[in-house]
C-alpha cells in the first residue's frame, strides 16, 4: 500500500489559503470497494483509506512514514500567484472612478 504526501489545496469556493499551509499523509486503497446486495451502499474492509495524517511540514512527513516503513509518495504542490488588486475590494466603490462602474 502506498501512502500519498502532499499539501492540500484551497477549495473552489474560497479565495483564501486557509487550511493549506499543512501536509497531510493519506493511504491509498488496499482493496477495491464493493456494493452491498441488499442496500446498495459501498462499502470496504480497508481501514488505512480513512486515516489522514497532519503534519507541519513536508519533513516531519517523509520523516514519519520512513521511520515506520511506509512506502510514500511526495506531490509537491503546484503555487499559483495570489490574485491582489491595488484597491481591493473598496475599489469597487471608489468615488473618484475615470469612468461608470458596470458589470
Known sequence: MIAR?????????????AKTHQWVLEYGPSEAKDIDPLMG??????????????FDSKDAAVAYARDRG????????????????AGG??????????????H
Open 70 to 85: 511506509i512506502e510514500a509518495q511526495v506531490v509537491e504542490p503546484q503555487k499559483r500567484k495570489p490574485n491582489i488588486r
Open 5 to 17: 504526501i502532499y499539501q492540500p489545496a484551497r477549495t473552489a469556493m474560497s479565495s483564501g489559503t
Open 41 to 54: 451502499w459501498t462499502g470496504s474492509g480497508d481501514t488505512q483509506s480513512q486515516v489522514r495524517l497532519k
Open 89 to 102: 475590494y473598496g475599489e469597487n466603490f471608489a468615488t473618484n472612478r475615470r469612468g461608470p462602474w458596470t
